[in-house]
């Protein structure tokens, strides 16, 4: 395809490759960060995900020996063949990653005839593993290669073995393991070698294809159906460093709102003024903690964005201020389509601005939604963000709080958008075939700055379809799942791997969103789910209602116990989004981001960490009231009885209904909140630090918890040092906001396992 290389030439720390058949490129950014691009759609990088310049001063060396062109870098070394083959070294010469060279041979072949009669049968042929794809890329695996992100594919995981899409779909049915794609296309992936590491980022916004050893052991491949060969190379030495490498080309997650990570309280189905209240009240009664209440398609006026229904709400504003003065804000839905109605504002101001997506001939593109004929704003186009995010002013002068984007694949009713839509990259035009990825991206990044922009505030914004760098605009779900134990046991993997894909803000519903969730599933879910950093609770319409004083008053006793879990530990969890932040690390973390050298690990679905200081080993499966808890290495401590255990191996541990087994990392510092009904219920809370047995340090922060003020140096740092769970010693290390008006000490004796 590309032939030799005939010569290569130098601009600052590009690297242009002539081979007889195509010109290809590499892009130094960092030390650890090169860029493999070529032209195949257009000469320029058209990135949705990365923003700004991001390339950093190296010194870099080139060097032709007998075999191939050699590029190093203090971290890397890449060495360049012909045919544009590229393998890539560590510091030490130790090969990373090899591109494929040889013919591709699938693990089965199927004969046509077999497949005609298979197909008449009734069963679904999978000849995927066939298909040479526009753009592509294939590159060796080794044995014990372990695959990790790809944001929330079904599955376990480590994805080695498995194939899959990137094309944002909603789909309705139970979510299986072997589905392909769902909501989110995050095209980045970490591969966990026997002796080294590194991950790669395939920024291309078409349908996109990763197959990862399935069609063959010994390698894998990317592609696509259009559009550049763009892909960053990562050679950081762990996997902390390759994710923060990753999300510092994609960006981070800007700290939340405190009062976002608190309790949501959820249905779709709350349909009047009098069902809302009704529910902050029972939420009272049954002193359960909450700082949310989402309200779904049915507060719009005929499923019309931008309008509130007056009959069924007469009226909002004062509603939404009676939740507020219970401490429970207001988070709405929106939808991108926009109804096709004479004289609705949305729609003849879209109309008249030519703001929605059109028709290859020029009309303006029509599909259905929930209000019926509906148009889609081109959010490729600033002005089209910029009068979206303006019209939120709606929302925020009638008092809601924060806004869930959904529907944003997009999602339609009379099929899917045609390829040919056309739509608007910036200042390019494109087709749907190349926006469709980003779509939802792009619709949040117009609410996020229009939000921002409207209060000052940090805005909280909910999406279900983002690609790569949403993370900087909003967080995220896992979208429709089901009341049933296999998508309960789903989202630990799912939101372990969404993390590993610089997406650290995310949740499911618990309890599940469709069908009929029961009282022992309800429990446990509550017991993984109050661990997420979304912590939600949500149904469908249809099925049974979940809220937890309809289970009886044993699981109404664990939902409590479950969330005020989660609200004593803010400030752990507000801690962790500043890490977040900085870092790109997220709140949940498999095992395996901590200990990739631990092979017990790199499988594990059913345990996280929660930081670095708490692991979580909830029960996942029906009727289970003791199971197999593997703890990693170091000296561990059951956050509920305090028992002393050492890492490196397997325990049975009891875990009764009311019990989510969970540990806590010898030397922690765990900082607590008092019990409150909702963030802010008390003004100016105390800090309790939590001591545990061992010698550690931890760094605590705190700002004002709502604005910006912090990015100008208003906020606290404070370096604790624990001695042995027996004393400790603080000291700040950054002074910009007011201090605590206590601290209180509690240090937690250890306990010899009987």
Same mark, same amino acid.
């Given at each position: 395809?590309? /032939?030799?290389?005939?010569?290569? &030439? &130098?601009?600052?720390?590009?690297?242009?490759?002539?081979?007889?058949?195509?010109?290809?490129?590499?892009?130094?950014?960092?030390?650890?960060?090169?860029?493999?691009? #070529?032209?195949? +759609? &257009?000469?320029? +990088?058209?990135?949705?995900?990365?923003?700004?310049?991001?390339?950093?001063?190296?010194?870099?060396?080139?060097?032709?020996?007998? %075999?191939?062109?050699?590029?190093? &870098?203090?971290?890397?070394?890449?060495?360049?063949?012909?045919?544009?083959?590229?393998?890539?070294?560590?510091?030490?010469?130790?090969?990373?990653?090899?591109?494929?060279?040889?013919?591709?041979?699938?693990?089965?072949?199927?004969?046509?005839?077999?497949?005609?009669?298979?197909?008449? %049968?009734?069963?679904?042929?999978?000849?995927?593993?066939?298909?040479?794809?526009?753009?592509?890329?294939?590159?060796?695996?080794?044995?014990?290669?372990?695959?990790?992100?790809?944001?929330?594919?079904?599955?376990?995981?480590?994805?080695?073995?498995?194939?899959?899409?990137?094309?944002?779909?909603?789909?309705?049915?139970?979510?299986?393991?072997?589905?392909?794609?769902?909501?989110?296309?995050?095209?980045?992936?970490?591969?966990?070698?026997?002796?080294?590491?590194?991950?790669?980022?395939?920024?291309?916004?078409?349908?996109?294809?990763?197959?990862?050893?399935?069609?063959?052991?010994?390698?894998?491949?990317?592609?696509?159906?259009?559009?550049?060969?763009?892909?960053?190379?990562?050679?950081?030495?762990?996997?902390?460093?390759?994710?923060?490498?990753?999300?510092?080309?994609?960006?981070?997650?800007?700290?939340?709102?405190?009062?976002?990570?608190?309790?949501?309280?959820?249905?779709?189905?709350?349909?009047? %003024?009098?069902?809302?209240?009704?529910?902050?009240?029972?939420?009272?009664?049954?002193?359960?903690?909450?700082?949310?209440? +989402?309200?779904?398609?049915?507060?719009?006026?005929?499923?019309?964005?931008?309008?509130?229904?007056?009959?069924?709400?007469?009226?909002?504003?004062?509603?939404?201020?009676?939740?507020?003065?219970?401490?429970?804000?207001?988070?709405?839905?929106?939808?991108?389509?926009?109804?096709?109605?004479?004289?609705?504002?949305?729609?003849?101001?879209?109309?008249?601005?030519?703001?929605?997506?059109?028709?290859?001939?020029?009309?303006?593109?029509?599909?259905?939604?929930?209000?019926?004929?509906?148009?889609?704003?081109?959010?490729?186009?600033?002005?089209?963000?910029?009068?979206?995010?303006?019209?939120?002013?709606?929302?925020?002068?009638?008092?809601?709080?924060?806004?869930?984007?959904?529907?944003? %694949?997009?999602?339609?009713?009379?099929?899917?958008?045609?390829?040919?839509? #056309?739509?608007?990259?910036?200042?390019?035009?494109?087709?749907?075939?190349?926006?469709?990825?980003?779509?939802?991206?792009?619709?949040?990044?117009?609410?996020?700055?229009?939000?921002?922009?409207?209060?000052?505030?940090?805005?909280?914004?909910?999406?279900?379809?983002?690609?790569?760098?949403?993370?900087?605009?909003?967080?995220?779900?896992?979208?429709?799942?089901?009341?049933?134990?296999?998508?309960?046991?789903?989202?630990?993997?799912?939101?372990?791997?969404?993390?590993?894909?610089?997406?650290?803000?995310?949740?499911?519903?618990?309890?599940?969103?469709?069908?009929?969730?029961?009282?022992?599933?309800?429990?446990?879910?509550?017991?993984?789910?109050?661990?997420?950093?979304?912590?939600?609770?949500?149904?469908?319409?249809?099925?049974?209602?979940?809220?937890?004083?309809?289970?009886?008053?044993?699981?109404?006793?664990?939902?409590?116990?479950?969330?005020?879990?989660?609200?004593?530990?803010?400030?752990?969890?507000?801690?962790?989004?500043?890490?977040?932040?900085?870092? $790109?690390?997220? #709140?949940?973390?498999?095992?395996?981001?901590?200990?990739?050298?631990?092979?017990?690990?790199?499988?594990?679905?059913?345990?996280?960490?929660?930081?670095?200081?708490?692991?979580?080993?909830?029960?996942?499966?029906? $009727?289970?009231?003791?199971?197999?808890?593997?703890?990693?290495?170091?000296?561990?401590?059951?956050?509920?009885?305090?028992?002393?255990?050492?890492?490196?191996?397997?325990?049975?541990?009891?875990?009764?209904?009311?019990?989510?087994?969970?540990? #806590?990392?010898?030397?922690?510092?765990?900082?607590?909140?008092?019990?409150?009904?909702?963030?802010?219920?008390?003004?100016?809370?105390?800090?309790?630090?939590?001591?545990?047995? /061992?010698?550690?340090?931890?760094?605590?922060?705190?700002?004002?918890?709502?604005?910006?003020?912090?990015?100008?140096?208003?906020?606290?740092?404070?370096?604790?040092?624990?001695?042995?769970?027996?004393?400790?010693?603080?000291?700040?290390?950054?002074?910009?906001?007011?201090?605590?008006?206590?601290?209180?000490?509690?240090?937690?004796?250890?306990?010899?396992?009987?």
């Amino acid at each position: 395809m590309f /032939g030799k290389l005939l010569n290569h &030439t &130098t601009d600052g720390q590009t690297v242009t490759l002539h081979y007889e058949k195509q010109t290809a490129y590499l892009h130094v950014l960092t030390d650890t960060i090169i860029n493999v691009f #070529v032209p195949f +759609h &257009t000469k320029e +990088h058209l990135s949705k995900a990365i923003e700004g310049v991001k390339e950093q001063p190296v010194s870099f060396t080139l060097q032709q020996d007998q %075999e191939s062109l050699v590029l190093s &870098t203090p971290a890397l070394s890449c060495r360049i063949h012909d045919d544009f083959k590229l393998d890539f070294h560590d510091k030490d010469g130790n090969l990373l990653c090899a591109d494929y060279r040889g013919r591709r041979i699938p693990r089965f072949t199927l004969q046509e005839s077999l497949v005609e009669l298979s197909r008449k %049968e009734g069963h679904e042929v999978n000849l995927s593993d066939t298909v040479d794809h526009p753009v592509q890329c294939g590159k060796t695996l080794d044995e014990g290669d372990c695959i990790y992100g790809l944001g929330d594919k079904t599955g376990v995981l480590n994805k080695r073995y498995y194939e899959y899409e990137n094309w944002n779909s909603d789909i309705p049915d139970p979510h299986e393991d072997c589905f392909k794609s769902l909501y989110k296309s995050i095209p980045f992936f970490i591969i966990l070698k026997e002796k080294g590491i590194y991950g790669i980022f395939y920024d291309n916004t078409f349908r996109s294809y990763f197959n990862f050893g399935k069609e063959n052991n010994s390698y894998y491949s990317f592609g696509s159906t259009d559009g550049n060969l763009d892909y960053y190379f990562i050679g950081a030495s762990s996997m902390p460093e390759i994710l923060t490498d990753y999300t510092y080309l994609t960006g981070r997650m800007p700290l939340p709102q405190k009062w976002a990570l608190g309790y949501h309280q959820s249905r779709w189905g709350y349909d009047s %003024e009098e069902t809302f209240r009704g529910i902050a009240k029972k939420l009272q009664e049954h002193r359960i903690p909450c700082d949310a209440i +989402h309200f779904d398609i049915e507060y719009m006026e005929r499923y019309k964005v931008f309008t509130w229904d007056k009959t069924r709400f007469a009226d909002a504003k004062t509603l939404l201020s009676d939740l507020k003065k219970q401490g429970i804000k207001a988070v709405t839905i929106i939808d991108p389509g926009v109804k096709v109605e004479k004289d609705y504002p949305m729609y003849e101001e879209g109309i008249s601005n030519g703001y929605f997506v059109k028709t290859p001939q020029g009309d303006t593109y029509v599909n259905a939604v929930w209000p019926g004929d509906a148009v889609f704003p081109d959010f490729g186009r600033p002005e089209v963000r910029s009068w979206w995010g303006e019209h939120l002013r709606f929302y925020t002068e009638l008092g809601v709080s924060g806004v869930w984007n959904d529907m944003n %694949e997009p999602a339609s009713f009379n099929g899917p958008l045609p390829d040919d839509v #056309v739509f608007t990259d910036e200042d390019r035009t494109t087709t749907h075939a190349e926006m469709h990825n980003v779509y939802g991206h792009n619709m949040a990044k117009a609410t996020y700055e229009g939000w921002k922009n409207l209060t000052g505030k940090r805005p909280f914004v909910i999406t279900r379809a983002c690609y790569s760098g949403s993370q900087k605009y909003a967080t995220a779900w896992t979208g429709d799942n089901q009341s049933l134990w296999t998508h309960l046991r789903m989202a630990i993997p799912q939101q372990c791997n969404l993390g590993l894909s610089g997406m650290p803000f995310i949740g499911t519903d618990i309890g599940g969103f469709g069908a009929d969730t029961t009282p022992e599933l309800m429990a446990r879910w509550i017991q993984t789910g109050c661990f997420s950093p979304l912590f939600r609770s949500h149904c469908a319409i249809g099925s049974m209602n979940q809220e937890p004083w309809l289970f009886g008053e044993e699981v109404l006793s664990i939902y409590r116990k479950y969330v005020e879990l989660r609200y004593s530990l803010l400030p752990y969890f507000y801690d962790l989004c500043r890490v977040c932040e900085q870092t $790109g690390l997220p #709140v949940i973390r498999p095992l395996v981001l901590h200990y990739e050298n631990d092979r017990n690990v790199r499988n594990m679905n059913d345990e996280f960490l929660i930081g670095e200081s708490l692991l979580a080993a909830p029960v996942v499966d029906q $009727g289970v009231t003791r199971r197999l808890v593997y703890l990693p290495e170091g000296v561990w401590y059951d956050y509920w009885t305090h028992e002393e255990y050492q890492g490196g191996q397997y325990y049975p541990v009891d875990a009764p209904l009311d019990v989510c087994p969970l540990f #806590v990392k010898a030397g922690s510092v765990l900082p607590k909140a008092p019990a409150q009904m909702y963030v802010g219920q008390i003004p100016d809370p105390e800090l309790i630090l939590e001591l545990w047995p /061992g010698t550690g340090s931890y760094v605590h922060y705190r700002d004002n918890g709502e604005d910006f003020s912090y990015r100008d140096g208003a906020y606290n740092e404070y370096l604790i040092e624990n001695r042995d769970g027996q004393e400790a010693g603080i000291r700040k290390l950054h002074e910009g906001y007011t201090d605590y008006p206590d601290i209180k000490m509690v240090y937690i004796s250890r306990k010899k396992r009987a």
